[in-house]
């Protein structure tokens, strides 16, 4: 028997009671353990709360313009590069409020074009709006977390290791090797969601594109290959990200926030 959408997930007054309470049962877990880097100055609640609304208005949006953004390709490709756009400026804050944030552009589309490229190229996937915007996004999504991971691990490991980069160089080591022998290490811890979630698929989670292809009527079988297919490339994704953003690091082309004075 096949189960709609409405009916495994109803979108009613219920919901959305339900909605608020755990966006505020998240907001108050922050609060009471003190979730945040700095108890002072940063606050994952307030973060928490914002992040949900944002997110419930940004959806809202999307949900009207989407069907008109599908019908025209020129729509789908400008819809594509504001997810592009949107992605590049978010993990470059998340990673530095230098001048250089922009440089997270590298990772992001080096990681993510080549695979569209080749889904395009071999017909796996048609040039139709209702199918490249939620595949790019699945994508750019994956490179988006991998990048963010990386780049922060990375350039906090070479904070805190300093004295062991300045050894390298007084080994003989170029700037560029002796930074990467601490930050490659860091950087690569970035990739363990993604492998976890791969490994476990099936015996822990169902992912959103088998129980979507479900729900839509498709078999098992092909709702199986379609969410393997999902993860490989999310592997393949998020690699080239992380690895192209340990580099960018390494050379100092993405450095990492400067320092505020002190305020004692």
């Not at 003989?172 to 811890?189: C, F, N, Q, V």
């Not at 698929?201 to 009527?217: E, I, K, N, Q, S």
């Amino acid at each position: 028997m096949q189960l709609s959408a409405a009916s495994l997930l109803p979108v009613n007054a219920t919901l959305a009671g339900l909605l608020v309470a755990l966006l505020l049962a998240a907001a108050g877990a922050a609060a009471l353990f003190h979730l945040s880097p700095d108890g002072v100055r940063t606050h994952r609640a307030r973060q928490i709360l914002f992040a949900g609304t944002r997110g419930a208005l940004q959806l809202a949006a999307v949900s009207v313009v989407i069907v008109w953004v599908v019908r025209s390709r020129v729509a789908t490709v400008a819809f594509l590069m504001l997810m592009l756009g949107v992605a590049v400026r978010t993990a470059g804050r998340r990673i530095t409020r230098d001048r250089t944030w922009w440089t997270t552009a590298l990772p992001l589309t080096s990681s993510v074009l080549p695979v569209m490229a080749a889904l395009l190229a071999t017909g796996l996937i048609p040039l139709d709006g209702i199918v490249l915007i939620p595949v790019t996004g699945i994508l750019i999504g994956g490179a988006l977390s991998a990048t963010v991971l990386a780049g922060r691990r990375a350039l906090d490991e070479l904070r805190l290791r300093h004295g062991e980069v300045e050894s390298g160089l007084a080994l003989g080591l170029t700037e560029r090797d002796a930074r990467m022998e601490i930050a490659r290490p860091a950087a690569s811890e970035a990739l363990i969601p993604g492998l976890d979630q791969t490994r476990t698929v099936g015996l822990v989670t169902l992912p959103g594109a088998f129980v979507g292809m479900l729900l839509g009527g498709a078999g098992p079988l092909a709702a199986g290959a379609v969410q393997l297919f999902v993860l490989v490339a999310l592997l393949a994704v998020q690699a080239v990200a992380v690895a192209l953003t340990t580099e960018l690091i390494a050379r100092g082309q993405l450095r990492p926030p400067p320092q505020e004075p002190d305020q004692s």
